[in-house]
C-alpha cells in the first residue's frame, strides 16, 4: 500500500544507509574452499571404492540444481527489464546476476559427466534403435555443450550491459516512459528465449533420456520453470540473510521490496505446482504405459513416494500456505525460511527426478551423495562471492526506488 | 397404381393385437387364434418370451436348416437350426436376411391386373382367381403343352403340385431354374461315373485342397458346411508328426473371399483353370502320384492328358510349369486330397473328379450317396426347348412363380422376347421384380417363411419348411394358387386340398423310413427337428474308365475377357432388394451398394482409367457399364464383375443399382470375351473402408505355422516397460467377467456375424449416401487390410478379421463420458445407457477401435421391416451413440432363467448372435472368471496365437484374439 | 445549536487527503468523503482498517472446495459406477472440480460482500453529493455544529479547497 | 497516485470523461444499419440451428471418425478470445501493469461476449441439446449425477464459473462509471443509468471495499483464466489419441489463448480508436505492449509446437509418427503451413518496435494472428480424430453449410453484442483511467515526442 511506501520513502529520507563494500568475509570464503575439499575427496574415494555409480547420480543431480539456480536468477534479472520492473532499483538486478560465474563452472562440469556416461545413460550400455539418432553420446555432449556455452556467452554479455551506466540509470525511477538501454533491449530477451530452449534440451538430455522409454512433452518447461523458481528463492534467501548484514535502513530492510520478492517466490510456486499438475493429471487420465511408469514408480510406490509428497510440500504447500498473507511475505524471517525449504525441496526434486530411473528399489543417499553435494555448494558459494559484494553495494547505496513499487 | 388397402398397416395393429390379446387372455381371444403362428398352441404365446420354430432357408440351394425367433407373433429373427447336419446352428449373411425379405416395404400387396394401357390395377383375389381360371381353361382348351410354369427349385412337394397341376392342363412345360447351377458338375458326374447327382465334400478330412475357381466359402454349394469344414481343415493339426494346417490352393482369375484364405492364389485367365487341373492330372500320372487301385486305366489317361505337359499348359495359361509340378506334387503326395472345381465349363470338374479319384480320394473327402435326391433343376436343354416353344407362341399361359428369367437368365437366352410372345404372363412372387414387370397378372405369394414347403438338399437330408407366422400381407402360398386354379377351371381332381396338406402328406409318407412310428407322432418330431435326418450310405461307384472324351486344350485366351461371379451376398440377385445384404461390404472390395469392375492396375494403366471412371465392357451379348476398381486381387487382361445388381425393378433398395452382368454372358457361362472402353463418366465407389494398410499396427495378427510350430510368438520391437506401471487400483469382478475369444485363423469374412447383429441389435441401414459419409452403423464389422507388398511373403493373402466392442477393463471411452451414459458393468460390460446419452461423441474420440456409432438421423424402417425389430433391444433415436454390448439382452435372458430355475449359469448357456451365427466357430463367448469355460479354454490352448488389440494402450480388452495362421512363402 | 454540513470540493486527492489529515488531527471526525477514484491517500488519510471483504471471500473460497468435495466424494458414491477402471475417488479431476467451485463462490461472495459493505443498491442519497464527485472533484462533507463551522471552513481553505458551501442540515439535491 | 497535475497540463480527469463519454452519444443510421446486419446473420445461424436440432447432427459434415470439427473448434476459439480481456484486467492489475487501464474495460467487455459465444457451441454440437442439464449436478429422486471424472464436466464447471466470474468483475468496474455517466446523462439513459449506477456516489467507504474485492476478484481471476483453458485443454489431452493426448497442452492451450485473445484485442481497437477518435485515450504506448504480449505469447506457441513435434520424433512411436507426418504433409498440411506461417513466423515482425506502433501492420498481423489461431485449434481437433489407430476407419471431413453458416453467426453475434456494448455503456473504464493519468499523460507525452 503506497502509504506504508511513503513511510519507507520518508524514512530512508531521514537516514542514508551506511554503504558496505563487500559481505563475503575470508571466512566465508574459507569455509566454502573446505567444502570443496570435502566433496572432491568423497567423489574420488566413492569412484575408487567402486561405488562410481552412485557418486555420479550426486554429481548429475547437484550438477542440474545449481546450474539451475544461477540460471534461474539470471533470467530473473532479465525478466525485470522485459516487465520494466522498478521496484526496487537495481538491486534485483545485482542480486539475480550474482550467482552467475556458476554457470562457466556448471559448464565445464557438465563435461565431466563424460566420464560417467555409462553408469548415467542407460542408452549408452543398450543402445535403443529408434532414438540412436538422437541418443548417442558424441551428440548428446556436442548439443548440450553448446547449448550451456552459449548459455553462459549471452548470460555474461547480459550482466556486463547491465551492470554497465545506462542500465543503472534506468532502474531508476523517472517521471517520463522511456525504455532500457538498446543492447538490454536486444540481450534480456535473448537470454530469456535462449533459457527456454536450452534447459528444455537439458531436461530432455540429462533426465528424460535416463528412462529412455518415457515422454512428456511439458517436460522442458516444468524443469526450466523449476530452476527459474529455485533461482527466485535462492535471490530471496540471499536478499533475507544480507538484510541482517548490511546494517541500518539496506534496501532490504524496506518492507515492500521483501513484499515483491515474497510475492514472487509464492507466484512461481504456484506455477510450478499447476506445471506438475498438468502433467501428472494428462499422464495419470492417459493410462499409458509408457507414460504412467515414470511417476507410478516415484508417486505411488516405496521408497520414493515420500520422497515425491515432501517435494510437493517443501516447494507448493509450505510457500502457498505460509506466504499467502501480505504480512508473512514481509515478515523476513517467515519468507527466508519459506525460501530455504523451498530450495532444499527443488533439490530433492531433481534427485526424485533422476535416481530412480538408475536405481528404482533403493535410496542411494547416504554420506558419498552428502558430502558430494556439500562440494557443490561450497563451488557454488565461492562463485558468488563477487556478485553478493555487488549485491551489498548497490543495497546499501540508498539509490530511490521506483514509484511503481507498493 | 392405384392405391389398394394399406395392408402395412393393417397386419401391424394385427400383430400389435396379437400380442394385446395374447396378454390378456391367452389363447381365448377368437382374434388371437387366429393370429398367432397356427403351429403353436395359444398357451404357448406369452409376450416377451420368444418361442422357436425349427424350419429351413430358401435363400439358396443348399437347404440349410434354420430356427426362427418369434415374438408376439412375429419372426424377429433367423438363426442355424443345430440340428442340422449343414447348418450345423449357423446361417449365413443371406439366410438371415431372408427375413428383409420377408418384411420388405415393396413386397406385391395385393393380386393386381395390367389394364390395356398398361397400368396396374388392383384387385381382390377373386377376380384374380378367377381371370386366371379363364386363361388356364382356355389354354388347356387349344390343345397339348400350352401352359408352362416356370420357378425355381423350391422343394419336392411344391415341384409335385407344380407337375400336377400343369397336367391338369395337359401340358408339361414346368422349368425349375436356378441361374447359379451345378450343370457343369453333373455332367463330369455323367461323363464318369454315369449319373448326374452330386457328391458330397469332407474337406476336413483331406490334406490338401485345390479349387479351380470354386469359392466354396462364398456361394459354391452349401458354404456354411463347407466353411466349416474347411476351417477344420485350417486348424493347426499334428499331421505325420508335425504341426501343420491343411494346405489349399486357389486356381481362378479373382482373389476372391475364399482364394484369400488359401495358402496360394494362382491367378489364371477364366477358363483356364481346366487347363491347368489337366496339367496336374498329368503330372501325377507320369510322377505316378497315383493310388494304385484307383482302377484307371493309366496308360489311357496319360494318353489323354498328353496335351496338358506343364510346360504346354505353363505356355498357354502362363502358370509357371514349376507351380503346377509343384501342384502335383503336394496333391499327389497327400494323405488325403480334394480338388474341387467351380468353373462354367464341366472340363475342370472332370479333371478335378479324376484327380480326386486317381489319387485314391472318393468315399475319402469326397463321396456319393445312395438316394441323392432326385435333380431339382431342368437341364439346359428342356429350358431352351421351353422357350423355343414360347417364341413360337406356343404358350399362352406362363406362370413365373420364386423365379425371375428376366433377370437372371443369360442375354443369350433372349427371354424377354420369348416372353413377349406369351399373350397370358402370370406372376406370383414378393417383390415385383423385372419378370413381374412383363406379367399381365400379378399374384402376392407368400414367402418361404410364411408357407409351409420342403427341401431335400442331399441324399440322406430332408428339410421341413413350416411357416413360422401369418401372412405379412395379402397373399397366397403358390401351391395353394396353382391348386385352387386347377380346382376352379380344369376337370383334373388334384390330390391335394392345399400346400399345407400337400406337405403333410409327403412327410406322412416318409414315417415308415423313421422306424414306423406313429404318423402323429412323427409329424410333430420332424416339425420340432425341423426335417428328417438320416444316416448317409456311400453308394458303389461304377467307375467309366473307358478312354474318355479326351479334353481339347482351350483355345489362347482373349487378351482381356470378363468374368462374372456371383455376389457373396446378393447371388444371383436375389439378395439385391434387402438393405442388409446391400450394405454389407463385399469382404475383399469393401464395397457396398454397388456393382464395379474389378481391373488389375496393369489393366488400367491399357485401359487408361483410374479408380471410379465408368467404363464400358462389351461382349458379343451385350455391354454393360461399371464403375473401375483397381486392386491386383484379380489377374491382369481379366474384368472382374459382382452378379446380382442392376436390378430394373425389385422394389426400392434393388432398383437402378449398379449393372447386370447377367445380361453380357452366354448361357450357362460365367466369362467372356470382352472389350472395354472408358465412358469418361465417373461414379464414387463407396466403401466405409479408410485405408488398406495396416501400417504395422497390432490389429489384425498373423503367424506363420511354422512359427507356431517352433513355438516361437512373434515379438513387437516395440521398448518394453520396465517395472510397474499400472497406475489405478484393480477392480474386483466378483461375478462374471464377460470375455470372448475370436480365431481369426478360422474367420472366411464371410459377414454372417455382421448381419446376425443388424438383426438382434436393430442396427439400422444408413443407404449408400449415409455409408459414403461416413456414418454405416454396423456394431460389428469385418476389417480387411492389405499386407505390404514387402512382408507378403510373410503374411496372409488379406488380413481379415470381426472388429467389435472389445469390452475394455480400462476402457478410454467411458470416463470421458460426462454423464455414465458409457460405464462399466459389474460383469466386465462396456455398457452404454442410450436413454442417458446426450450425444457429445467424445466416446467414439477416444475409442482406438472406433467400433462406436453415433445416430446422426433418425433410424428408418419403412414398414413393415419395422416388424422384425427386436423387441428385447432399444431402438436408438437420434443424438444417441450406440454399440455391441455382447448382446446384453441375451446374457439378461440367460441370467434371469437361471434365477428362475434357480441354477447357476451354464458355460455355453449365452450365445452372442454373431457367434451364434458364425459357420466356422471362430467366436467364443464366456465368462473369464471361469477358467473351465470353454472360451478360456481356447485361449489357453492357443497361448502361442493369443493377442489383445493395440495393447501397449493398456486399455485391457476383454476380447482375445487369436493369430491368423498362414504358411511362409518359398517353403515346401 | 443546529448541526450543519459543509461541501467542500478539491481538484486532487493530494490536497483532499491533507484536508482530511487535518480534520482528523483536530477531531472533528464527523464528516464523510466522495471521490472519482479509489484513492489511496485519501484511504490512508482516513486510516480505516482494511476491509473484512476478504474474510467473505475467504468463507467463500472455502465453502467452494467443500462443496466441490460433497458433490464430487458424495455422488460419485451415489451409485458407484465404475468408468474406465478409474478409482472411484479420482483426487486429480475432483481437484479441478473443487478448484473451480471455490474460485466461483468466492468471487460471488465477494461481489455481494462489496455491495453489502458498501450500502448499494441503494436509493438515497448522501448528504452533500454532488455529480462533480463522479467526474473530476474529490469532496468533503463535514457535519459540525455551527460553532465549529468557521475553523472547519478555515481548515478546508488553507489545504486547497477549491468551494466550500454551507448548508443548514443539508439536503441532498 | 495523482501525481501533480501541473507538470503536464492535459488531459485531465474533464478530459477523460468528455472524451470516454462521447463514445456513448446517440448512434447515427450506419451504426444501426451494422447492428441490424450482424443480427440478421444471427438469426440465419439460429434457424440453422433449429433445423439441425429437428433431424439431427447429420446436417453437419461430422462423420466417422471425425466426430468434432467446427463446432469445438469454435469454442475453443472464443474461449480462447476471451482469456485476453482476463489476463489484462486481472493479472496485469496483479502485475501492476500501467498501460491496462486504458484497454481493460473493453478487453473484458469483449471476455463477457466471447465466453457468451463460446458457450454455445458445446451446446450447438450436443447430440440431445435438451437435456444439456445432465452435465450439471441436480437433485433427481433417482440420484443420477454427472461423471465429474469427465472433462466435459470439469469444462461445463470452468467455463460457467468463468463466466459467472468475468460478469461480476465485469460489473464491479462497471458501477463508478455507470454512476459518472448518470450524472452527464439526460432522459431515458439517465433512468438507464441510475437504475444500472444502483446508488454509487464514490464515498471513501464503497471505495475502501471496492478497491479490496477488486484486488481479491483479481486474485481469483488469474488463476481461474489459468485453470479454464486448461479444462478446455484437458478435453482433449486426457484422450488417449494421436495428436491429443500431450501434457503440454493445458500451459500451451493457455499462452494460445492469450495470444489469440490479445490480438482479437487488437482487431477491435484499432478501428474503434480510428472510428471514434479516441487517440488521446489510446496511445501507440498502448499498442506497443499489447503487441509485446501478442510477440511473447506467439514465442511461447512455437516453442509448443517445436517441442511436440521433437517429441513425436523422439518417442519415435510409429502409430504418433503418423499423425505429426498426416498433419504436416497429409492434405491437410496446407493448414498447417498456414497455422505455423500465421501464429510463428508473422509475428515476428513485432520484434521491430516501429511495427508495433504502425497500426494498418498491427491490425494486419493481429487478423493473421486470428485466422491462425482458429486454425490451429482445427488442425489439432478434426485433423488428429481423422488418422487414428484404426487406419480402417481413417476418413476426411467437410464442414456443411450449416456448420459454416453458425460459425459465421458466432461471429456476428459476437461483434453485434460488442458494438451494442460499446454505444451504451462505458466501453473506456474512467475510474481507472483517472487513476493511471500519470501514465497515459505520460504515454500522451511520448507520442508527440515521437510525432515531433
Known amino acids: 500500500m503506497s502509504s506504508n511506501l511513503q513511510l519507507a520513502h520518508r524514512k530512508r529520507a531521514a537516514t542514508k544507509p551506511q554503504a558496505v563494500e563487500s559481505v563475503a568475509g575470508a571466512t566465508m570464503k574459507a569455509a566454502a574452499g573446505a567444502m570443496i575439499v570435502l566433496g572432491a575427496i568423497a567423489f574420488v574415494v566413492a569412484l575408487s571404492r567402486g561405488r562410481a555409480a552412485i557418486a555420479w547420480e550426486a554429481y548429475l543431480v547437484n550438477l542440474l540444481f545449481f546450474l539451475g539456480v544461477a540460471q534461474g536468477a539470471v533470467v530473473a534479472s532479465s525478466s525485470f527489464y522485459l516487465t520494466q520492473a522498478k521496484w526496487g532499483g537495481s538491486t534485483p538486478y545485482r542480486l539475480g546476476e550474482a550467482f552467475a560465474p556458476f554457470l562457466w563452472v556448471g559448464f565445464f562440469l557438465f563435461f565431466g559427466l563424460y566420464f560417467g556416461r555409462s553408469l548415467i545413460f542407460p542408452w549408452v550400455t543398450h543402445p535403443i534403435a529408434q532414438k540412436a539418432a538422437w541418443l548417442n553420446t558424441p551428440f548428446l555432449f556436442a548439443r548440450d555443450g553448446i547449448a550451456l556455452g552459449a548459455m553462459a556467452v549471452a548470460s555474461f554479455a547480459f550482466i556486463r550491459v547491465s551492470r554497465g551506466d545506462g542500465a543503472r540509470a534506468w532502474t531508476i525511477a523517472t517521471d517520463e516512459i522511456e525504455l532500457p538501454p538498446h543492447s538490454i533491449r536486444v540481450l534480456a530477451p535473448v537470454v530469456a528465449v535462449l533459457f527456454a530452449a536450452v534447459y528444455s534440451l537439458i531436461a530432455f538430455d540429462l533426465v528424460m533420456s535416463l528412462a529412455p522409454v518415457w515422454r512428456s512433452t511439458l517436460f522442458g518447461w516444468y524443469f526450466f520453470a523449476g530452476c527459474f523458481w529455485s533461482g527466485v528463492t535462492a535471490m530471496a534467501l540471499t536478499a533475507v540473510v544480507l538484510r541482517g548484514r548490511l546494517g541500518e535502513n539496506n534496501l532490504f530492510t524496506n518492507p515492500t521490496v521483501m513484499h515483491d520478492l515474497g510475492k514472487m517466490v509464492f507466484a512461481f510456486s504456484v506455477f510450478w505446482i499447476y506445471l506438475l499438475f498438468a502433467q501428472y493429471i494428462v499422464i495419470w487420465y492417459g493410462d499409458l504405459p509408457v507414460e504412467t511408469f515414470f511417476i507410478v514408480q516415484r508417486v505411488h510406490h516405496m521408497p520414493w513416494s515420500p520422497l515425491s509428497v515432501a517435494c510437493v510440500v517443501l516447494i507448493w504447500l509450505i510457500p502457498f500456505t505460509l506466504l499467502m498473507s501480505v504480512r508473512a511475505k514481509k515478515t523476513p524471517v517467515i519468507l527466508g525460511t519459506v525460501s530455504a525449504l523451498g530450495l532444499a525441496g527443488m533439490w530433492l526434486e531433481r534427485y526424485v527426478l533422476v535416481v530412480p530411473s538408475l536405481s528404482l528399489d533403493a535410496i542411494p543417499f547416504g554420506a558419498t551423495q552428502f558430502l558430494i553435494s556439500i562440494g557443490f555448494l561450497g563451488v557454488f558459494l565461492l562463485s558468488a562471492v563477487p556478485g553478493l559484494n555487488r549485491v551489498a553495494q548497490a543495497a546499501t547505496s540508498g539509490e530511490p526506488v521506483g514509484d511503481d513499487a507498493e | 397404381m392405384r392405391e389398394g388397402p394399406s395392408i402395412s398397416r393393417r397386419s401391424f395393429i394385427k400383430l400389435a393385437a396379437t400380442a394385446g390379446a395374447a396378454a390378456a387372455i391367452p389363447g381365448c381371444e377368437p382374434a388371437a387364434r387366429k393370429l398367432i403362428p397356427y403351429v403353436v398352441p395359444d398357451e404357448n404365446v406369452v409376450p416377451g418370451v420368444p418361442s422357436f420354430f425349427a424350419t429351413t432357408c430358401s435363400e439358396c440351394p443348399a437347404g440349410c436348416g434354420v430356427v426362427a425367433r418369434i415374438r408376439e407373433g412375429r419372426v424377429v429373427k433367423l438363426e442355424g437350426n443345430p440340428a442340422d447336419p449343414i447348418g450345423q446352428g449357423s446361417l449365413c449373411a443371406r439366410g438371415q436376411a431372408a427375413l428383409q425379405g420377408l418384411y420388405n416395404p415393396d413386397r406385391l400387396a395385393h393380386p393386381q391386373v395390367r389394364g390395356g394401357d398398361g397400368a396396374m390395377r388392383t384387385v381382390w383375389w377373386d377376380e384374380a382367381d378367377k381371370m386366371l381360371g379363364d386363361r388356364l381353361g382356355a389354354a388347356s382348351k387349344a390343345g397339348r403343352d400350352r401352359v408352362a410354369f416356370f420357378g425355381s427349385p423350391q ?767 471362430a467366436i467364443s463367448f464366456g465368462d473369464s472368471n471361469d477358467p473351465a469355460s470353454a472360451m478360456m479354454r481356447r485361449r489357453e490352448d492357443n497361448k502361442l496365437r493369443g493377442y489383445r488389440v493395440l495393447e501397449e494402450l493398456n486399455t485391457q480388452p476383454s476380447i482375445t484374439y487369436l493369430r491368423d495362421l498362414y504358411r511362409e512363402k518359398g517353403k515346401a | 445549536m443546529s448541526t450543519i454540513a459543509i461541501i467542500s470540493s478539491f481538484a486532487d486527492d493530494t490536497r483532499c487527503a491533507r484536508a482530511i489529515e487535518q480534520l482528523r488531527e483536530a477531531e472533528l471526525g464527523d464528516f464523510n468523503t466522495f471521490s472519482p477514484i479509489p484513492s489511496h491517500k485519501i484511504e490512508y488519510a482516513i486510516g480505516r482498517s482494511k476491509s473484512p471483504v476478504r474474510w467473505l471471500v475467504l468463507a467463500g473460497g472455502i465453502s467452494g472446495v467443500l462443496t466441490g468435495l460433497a458433490i464430487t466424494i458424495g455422488t460419485t458414491y451415489e451409485w458407484g459406477l465404475n468408468a474406465g477402471g478409474k478409482p472411484l475417488v479420482s483426487w486429480p479431476p475432483f481437484i479441478v472440480i473443487c478448484f473451480e467451485l471455490m474460485v466461483l463462490l468466492g468471487g460471488i461472495f465477494g461481489f455481494l460482500g462489496v455491495l453489502m459493505l458498501s450500502g448499494v443498491p441503494t436509493t438515497e442519497t448522501a448528504p452533500g453529493y454532488d455529480g462533480r464527485f463522479g467526474g473530476d472533484r474529490f469532496g468533503i462533507v463535514v457535519r459540525c455544529d455551527e460553532a465549529q463551522a468557521e475553523r472547519v471552513e478555515s481548515m478546508l481553505k488553507e489545504s486547497g479547497a477549491e468551494e466550500i458551501v454551507r448548508e443548514d442540515e443539508a439536503q441532498p439535491r | 497516485m495523482a501525481a501533480a497535475p501541473k507538470a503536464i497540463p492535459e488531459p485531465s480527469f474533464r478530459d477523460i470523461d468528455r472524451s470516454v463519454l462521447r463514445v456513448m452519444e446517440p448512434a447515427g443510421l450506419a451504426y444501426w ?401 483517472k487513476e493511471g493519468i500519470v501514465w497515459l499523460r505520460k504515454a500522451l507525452k511520448m507520442d508527440r515526442v515521437k510525432a515531433a
Open chain 2, 155 to 921: 422343394g419336392p412337394t411344391l415341384r409335385k403340385i407344380a407337375l400336377a397341376f400343369l397336367g391338369a392342363y395337359g401340358s408339361s412345360r414346368a422349368i425349375f431354374y436356378e441361374a447359379v447351377n451345378q450343370e457343369p458338375a453333373r455332367v463330369a458326374a455323367k461323363t464318369i461315373f454315369g449319373r448326374r447327382d452330386l457328391p458330397s465334400y469332407r474337406i476336413d478330412q483331406a490334406e490338401v485342397l485345390i479349387s479351380f475357381g470354386a469359392d466354396f466359402l462364398e456361394t459354391w454349394q452349401s458354404p456354411v458346411e463347407l466353411a466349416r469344414q474347411y476351417s477344420l481343415f485350417r486348424t493347426p493339426r499334428k499331421r505325420r508328426g508335425r504341426l501343420t494346417i491343411g494346405r489349399a490352393i486357389y486356381v481362378g482369375p479373382r482373389l476372391s473371399m475364399t482364394a484369400s484364405k488359401c495358402d496360394d492364389w494362382i491367378a489364371t485367365a477364366p477358363g483356364a483353370e481346366a487347363d491347368v487341373a489337366w496339367s496336374v492330372l498329368n503330372v501325377l500320372v507320369k510322377q505316378r502320384w497315383v493310388s494304385q487301385n484307383s482302377g484307371f486305366d493309366l496308360a489311357a489317361l496319360s494318353k489323354a492328358v498328353a496335351n496338358f505337359d506343364p510346360a504346354a499348359t505353363s505356355a498357354r495359361t502362363g502358370v509357371p510349369v514349376e507351380t503346377i509340378t509343384r501342384l502335383g506334387e503336394t496333391f499327389g503326395k497327400a494323405d488325403g486330397a480334394l480338388a474341387i472345381a467351380g468353373t462354367d465349363d464341366s472340363s475342370a470338374h472332370l479333371a478335378a473328379m479324376i484327380l480326386n479319384a486317381v489319387t485314391g480320394n472318393f468315399g475319402k473327402t469326397v463321396m456319393f450317396f445312395e438316394g441323392s435326391p432326385a435333380e431339382e433343376t431342368s437341364t439346359p436343354d428342356e429350358v431352351d426347348a421351353a422357350l423355343d416353344a414360347m417364341r413360337d407362341g406356343g404358350i399362352d399361359v406362363l406362370f413365373v412363380a420364386g423365379a425371375n428369367p428376366v433377370f437372371t437368365m443369360p442375354a443369350s437366352a433372349r427371354v424377354a422376347e420369348a416372353i413377349e410372345k406369351v399373350p397370358f404372363v402370370v406372376w406370383a412372387g414378393g417383390v415385383p421384380d423385372e419378370t413381374a414387370a412383363t406379367a399381365s397378372l400379378l399374384l402376392p405369394a407368400h414367402h418361404p417363411l410364411e408357407s409351409w414347403r420342403d427341401t431335400a438338399p442331399r441324399a440322406g437330408i430332408r428339410g421341413l419348411g413350416q411357416p413360422v407366422m401369418q401372412p405379412v400381407f395379402d397373399s397366397k402360398a403358390v401351391g395353394d394358387i396353382l391348386l385352387a386354379a386347377a380346382a376352379r377351371s380344369s376337370s383334373a381332381k388334384l390330390p391335394w386340398a392345399s400346400a399345407a396338406a400337400a406337405v403333410k402328406a409327403e412327410w406322412l409318407a416318409l414315417a415308415p423310413k423313421a422306424g414306423g412310428a406313429d404318423p402323429e407322432d412323427f409329424w410333430v418330431s420332424v416339425r420340432r427337428e425341423g426335417g428328417l435326418y438320416e444316416e448317409q450310405h456311400l453308394s458303389a461307384l461304377s467307375l467309366d474308365t473307358s478312354p474318355f472324351k479326351a479334353p481339347v486344350p482351350p483355345a489362347a485366351q482373349a487378351e482381356l475377357s470378363v468374368y462374372a461371379y456371383p455376389h457373396i451376398f446378393l447371388y444371383d440377385g436375389r439378395g439385391a432388394d434387402k438393405p442388409w445384404l446391400q450394405e454389407l461390404p463385399e469382404p475383399v472390395t469393401q464395397i457396398v451398394w454397388d456393382s464395379w469392375a474389378e481391373i488389375h492396375p496393369e489393366t488400367a494403366r491399357k485401359l487408361g482409367v483410374a479408380k471410379d471412371d465408368i467404363i464400358e465392357i462389351k461382349t458379343e451379348h451385350g455391354a454393360i457399364e461399371a464403375p473401375v476398381l483397381v486392386e491386383s486381387t484379380v489377374r491382369p487382361g481379366v474384368i472382374a464383375v459382382p452378379l446380382g445388381q442392376g436390378h430394373r425393378a425389385y422394389g426400392r433398395f434393388a432398383k437402378d443399382v449398379g449393372a447386370n452382368a447377367w445380361a453380357i454372358l452366354a448361357a450357362g457361362a460365367t466369362s467372356a470375351a470382352a472389350t472395354a472402353r472408358a465412358t469418361g463418366k465417373i461414379r464414387r465407389l463407396v466403401s466405409p473402408l479408410g485405408k488398406s494398410d495396416m501400417m504395422g499396427r497390432s490389429i489384425v495378427e498373423a503367424m506363420s505355422i511354422e512359427q507356431l510350430a517352433r513355438g516361437v510368438v512373434p515379438q513387437s520391437e516395440a521398448e518394453e516397460v520396465t517395472g510397474p506401471f499400472e497406475i489405478y487400483p484393480p477392480w474386483k469382478y466378483p461375478g462374471h467377467k464377460w470375455g470372448m475369444t475370436i480365431d481369426v485363423n478360422a474367420c472366411t469374412g464371410c459377414s454372417a456375424c455382421v448381419t446376425a447383429c443388424y438383426a438382434e441389435n436393430n442396427v439400422p441401414t444408413v443407404g449408400k449416401d449415409g455409408v459414403d459419409n461416413g456414418r454405416i452403423m454396423s456394431w460389428i464389422r469385418i476389417e480387411r487390410y492389405f499386407p505390404p507388398a514387402n512382408e507378403a511373403a510373410q503374411a496372409p493373402q488379406l488380413y481379415l478379421a470381426p472388429m467389435l466392442c472389445q469390452q475394455c477393463s480400462h476402457a478410454p471411452c467411458e470416463p470421458v463420458c460426462p454423464v455414465f451414459a458409457s460405464y462399466h458393468t459389474e460383469e466386465g460390460l462396456n455398457g452404454q445407457v442410450y436413454n442417458r446419452c446426450v450425444g457429445t461423441r467424445y466416446c467414439e474420440n477416444n475409442c482406438p477401435y472406433k467400433v462406436r456409432r453415433f445416430n446422426w438421423f433418425v433410424p428408418q424402417w419403412p414398414a413393415p421391416l419395422n416388424l422384425q425389430l427386436n423387441p428385447d433391444v432399444t431402438v436408438r433415436s437420434a443424438g444417441v451413440m450406440e454399440k455391441c454390448t455382447f448382446c446384453v439382452q441375451r446374457i439378461q435372458f440367460a441370467e434371469l432363467n437361471a434365477r428362475t430355475e434357480d441354477r447357476e449359469l451354464r458355460d455355453g448357456e449365452i450365445l452372442t448372435a454373431c457367434q451364434q451365427a458364425c459357420p466356422t466357430r
Open chain 4, 33 to 433: 444499419a451494422w447492428i441490424g446486419f450482424c443480427f440478421t446473420l444471427v438469426a440465419i445461424a439460429a434457424g440453422l440451428w433449429a433445423r439441425q436440432i429437428y433431424s439431427g447432427l447429420g446436417v453437419t459434415g461430422l462423420r466417422q471418425p471425425v466426430m468434432w470439427a467446427v463446432y469445438i473448434t469454435n469454442f475453443v476459439f472464443w474461449v480462447g478470445i476471451a482469456h485476453s480481456g482476463t489476463l489484462i484486467s486481472a493479472i496485469l492489475f496483479l502485475f501492476r501493469t500501467k498501460w491496462r487501464t486504458a484497454v481493460y474495460r473493453a478487453a473484458e467487455t469483449m471476455t463477457i461476449f466471447a465466453v457468451a459465444t463460446a458457450g454455445l457451441f458445446p451446446l450447438i454440437h450436443l447430440g440431445r441439446v435438451w437435456f444439456f442439464y445432465w452435465l450439471l449436478p441436480y437433485p433427481n429422486e433417482r440420484s443420477l449425477q454427472p461423471d465429474f471424472r469427465s472433462p466435459l464436466v470439469w469444462d461445463a464447471f470452468a467455463v460457467s464459473t468463468y463466466l459467472t466470474i468475468s460478469a461480476l468483475f465485469w460489473t464491479m468496474g462497471l458501477i463508478p462509471d455507470i454512476a459518472n455517466a448518470r450524472e452527464a446523462a439526460t432522459g431515458w439513459r439517465k433512468k438507464f443509468y441510475t437504475v444500472l449506477a444502483m446508488g454509487w456516489q464514490g464515498t471513501d467507504r464503497q471505495w475502501r471495499h471496492y478497491s479490496m474485492a477488486y484486488l481479491l476478484m483479481a486474485g481469483l481471476a488469474t488463476p481461474l483464466v489459468v485453470s479454464v483453458h486448461s479444462v478446455v485443454s484437458w478435453d482433449f489431452a486426457m484422450a488417449q489419441l494421436p495428436g491429443w493426448h500431450s501434457t503440454i497442452f493445458a500451459p500451451y492451450f493457455v499462452a494460445g489463448a492469450i495470444f489469440s485473445g490479445v490480438a482479437m484485442v487488437i482487431t477491435l481497437l484499432i478501428p474503434m480508436r480510428k472510428m471514434l477518435g479516441i487517440e488521446d485515450l489510446l496511445t501507440e504506448w498502448h499498442f506497443d505492449n499489447l503487441a509485446k504480449v501478442v510477440l511473447l505469447t506467439s514465442l511461447v506457441v512455437s516453442y509448443s509446437y517445436i517441442t511436440e513435434t521433437f517429441m513425436a520424433w523422439y518417442a519415435g512411436d510409429p502409430i504418433e509418427l503418423m499423425t505429426f507426418r498426416m498433419r504436416y504433409f497429409g492434405p491437410w498440411g496446407w493448414m498447417f503451413g498456414m497455422m505455423v506461417l500465421c501464429n510463428c513466423l508473422i509475428p515476428l515482425l513485432l520484434f521491430s518496435p516501429r511495427i508495433r506502433v504502425n497500426m494498418i501492420a498491427l491490425w494486419v498481423i493481429s487478423i493473421f494472428v486470428n485466422i491462425g489461431m482458429w486454425l490451429e485449434r482445427f488442425v489439432i481437433i478434426a485433423g488428429s480424430l481423422r488418422v487414428n489407430f484404426e487406419p480402417s476407419q481413417w476418413g476426411s471431413y467437410h464442414p456443411s453449410i450449416t456448420e459454416i453458416m453458425i460459425t459465421v453467426g458466432s461471429f456476428a453475434w459476437f461483434v453485434g453484442l460488442f458494438s451494442l456494448f460499446s454505444r451504451f455503456l462505458p466501453i473506456f473504464s474512467m475510474t481507472e483511467l
